[in-house]
């Protein structure tokens, strides 16, 4: 059983000899954790969308920003939370719209996480460096068999998420 202690609104909870902090930041969920070793610190952190959408069941969806630094690796990940449209000449992966705040779109193709749910966008570490100074993220995306969605990032405290990331992946 750990110890959970709250700190200017950071609870802190100490499991065994590792540390892990959950912080707010915006509406940032933030999660920080020692490596088993002991030398690296890893975080992960995730923003909700401004709006749900309905998936092809009808059941509603919060697709999640997640930004994170593990084991030294940067990840820039949207998980959908329902099934991604299969693109014709794509394996595993999807074109995707992004614009942050009010910049031109970006098109890129996103590989698809283990479930076909999630979207890892390449180059990760240049996308955390982007989104710094950013207030919005705007991402486009097939979803599977209702088409074309639009989902919104309010990034109210990215630069602090950004600051983190780049601090644990040493970049």
Request: glycine fraction near 8%.
């Amino acid at each position: 059983m750990g110890h959970r202690r709250w700190t200017a609104g950071i609870a802190v909870a100490v499991v065994g000899l590792t540390w892990s902090a959950v912080a707010m930041a915006g509406e940032w969920v933030v999660d920080r954790e020692a490596t088993p070793d002991g030398q690296r610190t890893n975080v992960v952190a995730s923003l909700d969308a401004v709006e749900p959408f309905q998936d092809w069941l009808g059941e509603e969806c919060r697709p999640r920003l997640v930004l994170s630094c593990e084991d030294g690796a940067t990840r820039v990940a949207v998980d959908v939370g329902s099934p991604l449209e299969v693109e014709v000449g794509r394996f595993h992966q999807s074109t995707v719209n992004i614009r942050l705040t009010k910049g031109k779109a970006k098109t890129v193709v996103a590989s698809h996480n283990d479930e076909g749910e999630g979207l890892l966008l390449p180059k990760p570490e240049k996308w955390v460096k982007s989104l710094a100074g950013e207030e919005l993220l705007h991402v486009q995306f097939l979803a599977y068999r209702i088409g074309p969605q639009e989902v919104h990032f309010e990034l109210d405290g990215i630069d602090a998420v950004v600051d983190d990331i780049r601090e644990a992946c040493d970049w």
